[in-house]
């Protein structure tokens, strides 16, 4: 799953450029954090991006990217995630479909899921749900998961979210909430924005912490408020599973 969604961005990447009227927008972004799971803290520095690209008409699509290194205890370990977006775009609202993988230190999901998007004013809402398979110890599960996020631009460049996902893992018996709020801020006439976020999950009915703070250059946007319309639109990392994204 994971190669079939990378292989979609690449070629996406080769599109793009052949598509000279094709409108290309993105970001790569930087960040250090630590998790606290059962008073263990976990150092995290992680790396991501976006972009977004003309498809057809009020069609569109994202890609995402993101690689967290953590160090706990003298022991580093990798997760990573890809996802795939299409989604059909018109002056206030998007609708579309998403693939993701997630590979983590006991295995992978992927999941197949619906999302929506809508722009009142200042306030930005987005929701999605999505059905797919966890594998991990040699045994597979299936999974749903929920998730909504608002945010509010104080001012075109200034923004705050906040969000939630609830996750069901097929007889595991238990729900796995996550919530939270993050925050960026773009620099007047720079393409460079700063950015900081904390999430807390209930999993196992053990409580993880974590996070983050980093630095996000961009392209082809003039503003935050302005990405969420001209893309890329989806947002990542709100409300999302310690490890997994």
């Not at 150092?43 to 690689?67: E, K, Y």
């Not at 004013?121 to 797919?132: F, P, R, T």
């Not at 595991?172 to 460079?192: H, M, N, P, R």
Request: charged content about 20%.
């Amino acid at each position: 799953m994971r190669t079939l969604l990378l292989g979609a961005a690449a070629a996406a990447a080769l599109i793009v450029p052949a598509q000279a009227s094709a409108q290309t927008n993105g970001y790569v972004d930087l960040s250090i954090g630590q998790t606290d799971i059962a008073s263990e803290d976990i150092d995290n520095i992680g790396l991501g991006g976006a972009v977004a690209v003309d498809l057809s008409g009020n069609w569109r699509a994202q890609f995402d990217v993101d690689t967290t290194r953590s160090s706990v205890d003298g022991a580093d370990f990798t997760t990573s995630s890809t996802a795939a977006h299409v989604y059909y775009e018109g002056p206030t609202w998007a609708v579309g479909g998403v693939l993701t993988s997630r590979d983590f230190v006991f295995g992978n999901e992927w999941s197949l899921g619906i999302e929506g998007q809508a722009h009142m004013g200042a306030l930005v809402l987005e929701g999605g749900a999505a059905i797919g398979t966890l594998e991990g110890f040699g045994d597979e599960a299936g999974t749903t998961n929920l998730d909504a996020s608002a945010t509010w631009y104080v001012t075109p460049d200034f923004s705050v979210a906040a969000g939630a996902s609830m996750l069901d893992i097929e007889d595991l018996g238990d729900e796995v909430t996550t919530y939270g709020i993050d925050g960026e801020y773009k620099f007047a006439g720079s393409a460079f924005s700063a950015f900081a976020g904390w999430s807390t999950s209930d999993v196992d009915s053990e409580d993880v912490d974590t996070w983050r703070i980093g630095g996000r250059y961009a392209f082809g946007d003039d503003t935050l408020q302005g990405r969420r319309s001209t893309g890329p639109r989806w947002s990542r990392g709100l409300g999302s599973l310690p490890f997994i994204s």
